[in-house]
């Protein structure tokens, strides 16, 4: 037999089945429902009824139900979340901005109180404790930059027999007066405070101005005072001075005592002055 031959007789070859230990599978064939196709565009009525009518479809219709109402829940979910979240923003930021205003109020009044604590309420100078405070800070800028400066000492004269004869609100208006007074004669960093009844102290750091010079600045304010409100009590100072150096073994309570030595001197030296006038008369 030719090959040639051979192949024309046989026919086509079976085809092959699976094959496993059981034997070979038997597939069930699956019926669709036929669907009638309207010219050459079927409509998407038809094709999602014919997807209906699949043995299935009833399931997948379930499926995408339930997918669908987690999806809507989770955005309903998700949004209530995304409102809570602010509403808690908001009462945090509400609650911040609160806390800062209450902070800020009692740094204010806490400054207000340490301001009342360091100020004569007389005159709004320092007070002794004030004084003290921003004369010891200043005390150290002096030693640190090694400059110099004067600590004056001032009592005013005749406070006393003022009260005594025109009244303790004319004594008042002489220590409001003189406070004026020493804020006309010395700069705005010096340190001025009242720290007696009639007692004042100044801290002039880094001051090269000579003591005769600051003594003649003060009394010609004193005079301009007493010009101006000739219905007043006169006003007239005692002055005590010394040099502040920043080699000086003394503390500033120190010096204040000799400041205040230096002014008694003065003041008699004043009143052996005025004792000599009117033995003159």
Known sequence: MLPGKALENEGPAPPSQPVSGNGPIQSTPLHLPEVVVPGIVQPIELLLDAVKKLPLAPELDELVAALHSAAIENIRIHQELEKLLLQRVTELEAANEELRAETNLRREMEAKVLHISLTDEMTGLNNRRGFLLRAEQMLKLVDRV???????????????????????DAGDRLIASAAKVLRESFRDSDILGRVGGDEFVVFAAGSSTPATEIEERLNHNIAHQNFCHP???????????????????????????????????????????????????
């Open 146 to 168: 090694q400059t110099r400066g004067w600590l004056i000492y001032i009592d005013l004269d005749g406070l006393k027999r003022i009260n005594d004869r025109m009244g303790h």
């Open 231 to 281: 219905n007043e009590a006169p006003l007239s100072m005692s002055i005590g001075v010394i040099r502040c150096d920043p080699h000086s073994l003394h503390n500033l309570e120190e010096m204040i005592h000799q400041a205040d030595a230096a002014m008694y001197i003065e003041k008699r030296r004043k009143r052996a002055r005025l004792q000599d006038q009117l033995g003159n008369l």
